[in-house]
């Protein structure tokens, strides 16, 4: 059993995206603009993407190399 709001917010969401914003949102970039600077977001998406990229030991964070994939090293021998 799913509990409602599991139900409701993504189908408000949809909504909201779909018919709604297209409306409201003419109206309200002028302000978004004044207090969200676009050299901000810049900023910040340049500083959050060099912190993930990083390695560790030579292997990325999800386990894979830095030349290819990871093989499965660690299937049984028969």
């Not at 003419?26 to 993930?52: D, G, L, M, Y």
Request: aromatic share 10%; charged share 20%; glycine share 6%.
């Amino acid at each position: 059993m799913v509990c409602i709001p599991c139900i409701v917010i993504p189908v408000l969401l949809w909504v909201y995206k779909r018919f709604l914003e297209p409306i409201i949102y003419p109206f309200i970039a002028p302000f978004i603009n004044r207090f969200w600077r676009k050299e901000a977001v810049q900023e910040a998406q340049k500083h959050s993407t060099t912190e993930c990229n990083g390695t560790a030991n030579g292997a990325m964070a999800n386990g894979a190399t830095a030349n290819g994939p990871k093989t499965a090293i660690d299937k049984k021998a028969d």
